[in-house]
């Protein structure tokens, strides 16, 4: 029998089941000086940009608001319109740095829709390869990413920039 060891994976399940409030709202609280450790990528009028801490590739950010609504219908046209500028410099980040051929962006709106943080809106911005799909994914559930996120949050954190003039 094969044993697959994911040890970060652990922290997930441990903390998801103790979670209160919103890791999404607790990260953009924090001190900005501190986004390195939170893998806070950038911080825009109306939304944030943020690695995955349980990333299905290497690469894939999330944009989520400042405001903690469930829904996109909750959202101004604003933080939507800014949303969308963030997935596009997201876009172009991974295309130059990871050479991506092509993108997954989606949201899961809802618990039962699969969403991890069900009562705040993100969008999952990945980059995608051909041939990137294996049967360890299919089969096992199980993913080989190449690179840890300090690395991955180093070449990405310059690519962001203000979406809205002053």
Known sequence: MDYLW?????Q????????NGCPFCDMARRDPARD????ILYRARLNFVFLNLYPYTTGHVLVAPYAHVAS???LGDETLQEMMILARQAEAALKTTYHAEGYN????????AGAGVADHVHLH????WVGDTNFASVVS???VLPEDLSTTYDKLVGFFRKTTPE
């Open 125 to 128: 911005f990945l980059p995608r």
């Open 6 to 10: 994911s040890p970060w994976r652990y």
């Open 72 to 74: 996109l219908s909750e």
């Open 105 to 112: 962006a989606g949201m899961n709106l809802g618990k039962c």
């Open 141 to 143: 559930e199980t993913r």
């Open 36 to 39: 390195r450790e939170c893998y």
């Open 12 to 19: 997930y399940i441990r903390e998801g089941s103790r979670r």
